[in-house]
């Protein structure tokens, strides 16, 4: 990865204010001790300078780690008050080493830190795995099962905390979530950090960063981390009353890489250029594919990227998206777009469980858990989310706070027959009934509102299969006699709603 | 309509073999004493002649009915015994004469008869009007509830008695029902009555038809015109093992003007060339055109027209077809359908509730109901079919006899609310929800799955509106508080399903 290198040292040849940053600690996170991280855990070296000029754009810090015959470059950042930091995720345990350059300098001096096995629960980074599907560094499989909290981290601690909590205990393992404050319906609150420095009267100054902010983001992302949730990270929105949505080109530019040096190295990390892209009118395509590209340099270890639409899809088969994230609840377009995209398809949002008069937020909880099992039955995943009205229009789906709905259950009975089952399940091509399968092993049928009193299942003649009906909604699993072969009639309910699974015995 | 007579002269002008025949009777269906017809029944005239050689080729009958300044040419036709017949269903009240015709010879004797007003429940025939609905000849509005029942005119009279109770507490106001015999799942029974003369080794003689097959149809059709129910009589379809799906060309002809002029006269009677079209494999686009050709220049009623897809559609647009009659259970797709046709739409074939494992047979009563709600509100008509599982394979959409789903009452309920409605109801466009209005007057909105608390209606400010939620499958209507207008926040229960209704106050 050295292109971060090459051109940070472009960018700062202008001015060598720094002779040199003295080093003032060296830590790994979610570890104790110095100088031993855990595998994919966070290990953090700082320095300590002058605070004159402005540190933000005059002064550049970077590392270069290396691993047996790998370097892996890395930006560091100011992290106000005089201390520069830089973070780095290592992906092999043993002995790495690093050395530190600044403003074009490189400081000869090489320090050692030792990569020890990760803790339990520590799965690390999520990535793409068979394709269209995903799975954790350790080989792990991870199937998302996200919910939308666009605002949480701007509530103050009291809701975050509470918010915390009510995931704690939800089975949610992804989180769709907006680095800058949202200004929306049901979303007008002001929050207690901004993203840059402010002045007196107001204003704000695009050439600071206001450190805080982005303290108090991390904190949050890490606290999701030891959930064992992925953080979706929303790097721009349209939702906007301050003026993050229309920017300055540099500044945007400097805010990602800003943002990509301090949150990369969180392995839960996963980039999405933006909320509905195509209602931010202050940006073209073009500006949208630097975006793309920006995080390709700066990010050294590829996290998930992608960008999530509102009306006009951006094209997912750019190789510089991972996968698609997809604003829709046409479950009959996707095969087209598995087959156009080759990657794992997410439509994280398919509108939500609630009650409020907009559209995209008053489905029925019951529509909500069909969603679910429409998707994982038909080769992709889907997202949550949840507006019921409140009286302090504390919803969910914007704020945070708790569930009020009736889904959530529901998906922690889909992720557990999912989790069970052995991973790389695929659509059954032209299905009669949406199947998910793993051939010759595993078969999940859904029927939705079928209700044959019987059906000729099609199963392979190679292995003799035990079948279980399976209600979504009353989350119950019944076994049904006997075994099944190649093409068999199976008596079922004759009622709706239900999903017939296949193991083989 | 001098276009049949032109036709019939110059196909019979080979050969003269009568030189007239000897008038029988006349009598005037639906009413008692001769020579008086009600406005909208069947008039009959019949006449006997020899049986040699074949009545049914070599001798055409035909007559011209005459009203003030309007001449009807139509066609007779041969009913065995040596009878023939001529049928004509008057649309006007007063003195109408006719002449009769034979093998191209005119009989220049006139003979007058009166048209009487209709009886009660007479209504007339249904045609189309304000472009996408239908309406009967005296005025009053027409509403399709159809439902399907394929085969059931071919069970023999215990059955089809049963059928005709069932259909008698029914909400259904229009049957799709075949003229040919049905061979298909659950449809393996040889009729009473086949259309052609059969030899004694069960071959089938083309050229001469089999009048009990006829008069058996049309004594059912003409007890569904008693209750009130269209007879949606489908003319080819592909569910055959006896060969009337791939006849000559020359036979399929013959066998359309027979019927019609059998059966054209019956004012309940619509046209439906066929159900699904393409999958007759026998038969081309331009043998489909050619038979919409024949029937425009046979029927003289212009009776509604249509004709039924599986996958590929035909061309709603073209000018001989009066409705559009549509396979599919897309209502994303209503209003583009609208806008390419101009004309009614129904989705006469949107699967059926049931249980059996075909998928076009087993939705759930909710969701028959779900897309009934979806279609009205969306300026199409729906219609109903059922399948559940029988021990004698007595399935009411192929067979008929009875009941057993739960859709059918819920159906009953949207038509008292449809009919007691403005008619003339259109989308409104772009609605949030779907949602059949007549401007200024009337809104009936379906939530489907949305459960908003409480939605923002915008009515016009020039009335005042009574609100009603409206519970499809409670079937319960309860007034809301208060009176309505312009832009109005309604509270609502917040529970998925509903409708709601605003009512000039």
Known sequence: MSTAFTRRTAI????????????????????????????????????????????????TLGARFQHEHRTIDVDGFYDGGGTWRVRFSPDAEGEWTYTVRSNGIVDARTTPFLCVPPDAGNHGPVAVRDTYHFGYADGARYYPFGTTCYGWVHQGDALEEQTLATLRSSPFNKLRMCI?????????????????ERTAAGAQDYSRFHPPFFQHLERRVAQLSQMGIEADLILFHPYDHWGYSSMPAAVDDRYLRYTIARLAAYRNVWWSLANEWDLVKTKTLADWNRFFHIVQEADPYGRLCSIHHSKVMYDHAK???THASIQSDDFSKTQEWLDAFRKPVILDECKYEGNIPQRWGNISAQEMVRRFWLGMTSGVYVGHGETYLDPHDVLWWGRGGTLHGESAPRLAFLRRIIEEGPGGLNPVPNAYFPCAAKAGEYYLYFLDYHQPAEYTFDLPETAQFQADLIDPWKMTITKLEGTHRGKTLVKLPGAPGMAVRFRKA
């Open 12 to 59: 700062t040849r202008r001015t060598a204010l720094m002779a040199g940053l003295a080093p003032l600690a060296t830590r790994a996170l979610a570890q104790a001790g110095p100088f031993r991280v855990p595998r994919w855990g966070v290990f953090e070296a700082s320095f300590n300078g002058p605070q004159s000029g402005n540190p933000f754009t005059e002064v």
């Open 319 to 321: 190789p510089w998206v």
């Open 180 to 196: 800058f404050p949202k200004w929306y319906a049901f979303n007008h609150v002001e929050p207690p950090y901004y993203p840059f």
